[in-house]
T-cell receptor, first 118, second 115 residues
Framework: AQKVTQAQTEISVVEKEDVTLDCVYETRDTTYYLFWYKQPPSGELVFLIR??????QNEISGRYSWNFQKSTSSFNFTITASQVVDSAVYFC???????????????FGTGTRLKVLA | DSGVTQTPKHLITATGQRVTLRCSPRSGDLSVYWYQQSLDQGLQFLIQ???????AKGNILERFSAQQFPDLHSELNLSSLELGDSALYFCASSGPGLAGTDTQYFGPGTRLTVL
């Protein structure tokens, strides 16, 4: 069965520290997509990244980086030099389905609350 | 501002009632997604439409239904409401690419309170 596990319920760091949010997924599909979303205290959801199962290259976007490892079924997210504005709940999600029919399902992890202290 | 609009922002109703939530996607986006976020269930994907057709289905209850109209706006209908349906309902849209693979842009959400 499909599953996304974010074992870290809450993390607190001091500003400028690096922090890694873990995401482990389970799927039997060979074609799937992984996502990270951010939900700041204001409540809106912000899409951060999408990665397909055939692309294991790590990605860096400014202070954000993602490490995708199929061997360990993990898609971890690192924030370098964290800032107070990074305080939010971060969700990892898995999308799997039929590429032929174009139908997909989305499964979300329970989220990790990141608190960055000044 | 993501460009996705949702109305109403807040909705308070009673058990057993029916409500309709509305979503207008970003200009040019063909996919609309609905999500439910509640305290006990977390964030759950409900359903996705692509250019008017249902494309993916998640944990959507039979009391809930959705549709996407020719102008691409979407409505989520919730009927026979129960206390447990109280949640934040998000709509998202994505571009003309293959449904499920594009960047999703989220609306501000509709907070539903069932009393």
């Amino acid at each position: 069965a499909q599953k996304v596990t974010q074992a870290q319920t809450e993390i607190s760091v001091v500003e400028k520290e690096d922090v890694t949010l873990d995401c482990v997924y389970e799927t039997r599909d060979t074609t799937y997509y992984l996502f990270w979303y951010k939900q700041p205290p204001s409540g809106e959801l912000v899409f951060l990244i999408r990665r397909n199962s055939f692309d294991e290259q790590n990605e860096i976007s400014g202070r954000y980086s993602w490490n995708f490892q199929k061997s360990t079924s993990s898609f971890n997210f690192t924030i370098t030099a964290s800032q107070v504005v990074d305080s939010a709940v971060y969700f990892c999600a898995l999308s799997e389905g039929s590429g032929t029919s174009g139908t997909y399902k989305y499964i979300f992890g329970t989220g990790t609350r990141l608190k960055v202290l000044a | 501002d993501s460009g996705v609009t949702q109305t109403p922002k807040h909705l308070i109703t009673a058990t057993g009632q029916r409500v309709t939530l509305r979503c207008s996607p970003r200009s040019g986006d063909l996919s609309v997604y609905w999500y439910q976020q509640s305290l006990d269930q977390g964030l759950q994907f409900l359903i996705q439409y692509y250019n008017g057709e249902e494309r993916a289905k998640g944990n959507i209850l039979e009391r809930f239904s959705a549709q996407q109209f020719p102008d691409l706006h979407s409505e989520l209908n919730l009927s026979s409401l129960e206390l447990g349906d109280s949640a934040l309902y998000f709509c998202a849209s994505s571009g003309p690419g293959l449904a499920g693979t594009d960047t999703q842009y989220f609306g501000p959400g509709t907070r539903l309170t069932v009393l």
